[in-house]
């Protein structure tokens, strides 16, 4: 069986804690030493640079949209092995940016760079973003939150999941 190297990090609806979920996975890879790159691809409401404390100046829109191309991935001084990956501007047509073959071939890159990378998707209930980023990323974990979180549609993520290369 091959290493998993890359994750999309989704739930079926916000606030069931798939961001802090994808941040402290990237965080106890980082600390174990290894090169950890958490990208937020939440293009609708990021989150990962205000965990970090990292600009979001720039970031994956930028890069999706061919307006960026360097300076983009930003340390954590507190961590020397992680790295984010944040979202920048917030685009209008955020399941377009994610579908383009850019970010598919942005994941090959980073995988070339990062030992691992971990990837926060939007909340499923937003539209095809979440299912479509972690198809790139080759796998998926799917949070659900004990008391709020409803059965069905996580069979449907999940579902919608199986029928991709995740």
Do not use: W
Not at 137 to 154: E, F, Q, T, Y
Request: glycine share 8%.
């Amino acid at each position: 069986s091959k290493r998993i190297r890359s994750v999309g990090v989704t739930s079926s609806l916000p606030r069931e804690g798939k961001s802090v979920i994808a941040s402290n996975l990237a965080l106890v890879y980082a600390r174990s030493g290894v090169r950890t790159l958490l990208v937020d691809a939440d293009l609708r409401s990021p989150r990962q640079h205000e965990i970090f404390g990292v600009s979001n100046s720039t970031g994956l829109s930028a890069i999706l949209s061919g307006r960026a191309t360097k300076n983009v991935v930003r340390s954590v001084k507190a961590f020397p092995s992680l790295f984010v990956l944040p979202v920048g501007n917030v685009p209008p047509n955020p399941l377009e940016l994610v579908e383009r073959p850019a970010f598919g071939l942005l994941m090959q890159e980073l995988l070339s760079k990062f030992d691992y990378v971990i990837v926060d998707t939007p909340a499923a209930v937003h539209g095809a973003d979440a299912v479509s980023v972690a198809a790139r990323c080759g796998a998926a974990l799917v949070i659900a939150r004990k008391g709020s979180s409803r059965v069905d549609p996580i069979k449907t993520l999940v579902g919608e999941l199986q029928e991709t290369s995740a």
